[in-house]
């Protein structure tokens, strides 16, 4: 395992903590839960976030990727989670299209232009990108949606990343936009 305590766009220190694979079910809110599919597993990875101007500074987590060399993709994150005061909150779910007023009063997804979609402006030639589409609706119903994250003004947090990889998945490499956090090894 190689991690390192490294600076994040001269606002944050971030230093990795320990990375857990678990089983397939997918805890995406505390209000669903998504199943991967059978030859899926996933993983998290912990990580101290510390602001360098000990001031809340904006923090993005669309800039996690998880980069496989063997399959050659990069992988966007499916969940993120930060503690504030000791309790884990979630980073809101946004996705890219206008909602219609029934979605913004059934869904736990938003949508708002304001907020860039960062996880795209870290392409890798030759590289497959790894999006994270998930169904609000049912498998009668489907409403698939491309998510990603809103950021949070943050000062100090524990921050938690999610990946769903493939079961033959064994190592990668963990970047936050171009710096490289963690190479990992998993079985």
Sequence with gaps: ????????????????????????LFEIHTSSIVT????????????????????????DPNKFYMISDTYKKRIRLVDAKYTYQGVVNEFKILVNNELTEKERRKYLYSYDPTVKDTFHEYQREGYEDINTILNFGTKRNPD???????????????????????????????????????DFQVE
């Excluded at 395992?1 to 678990?22: C, G, H, P, R, S």
């Excluded at 991967?36 to 923090?59: A, G, P, V, W, Y």
């Excluded at 943050?154 to 970047?175: K, N, Q, W």
């Design 1 to 24: 395992m190689f991690a390192q305590t490294v600076i994040l766009d001269d606002k944050f220190e971030l230093e990795f903590k320990k990375v857990v694979k678990n089983s397939r």
């Design 36 to 59: 991967t599919s059978k030859d899926c597993k996933k993983i998290q990875f912990r990580f101290k976030l510390k602001s360098l101007t000990n001031n809340k500074e904006d923090f």
């Design 144 to 182: 698939n949606k491309e998510i990603y994250f809103n950021h949070r003004d943050l000062r100090t947090s524990t921050i938690d990343i999610y990946f769903a990889v493939p079961l033959e998945l064994t190592e990668g490499d963990i970047y936050y936009g171009t710096v490289k956090l963690v």
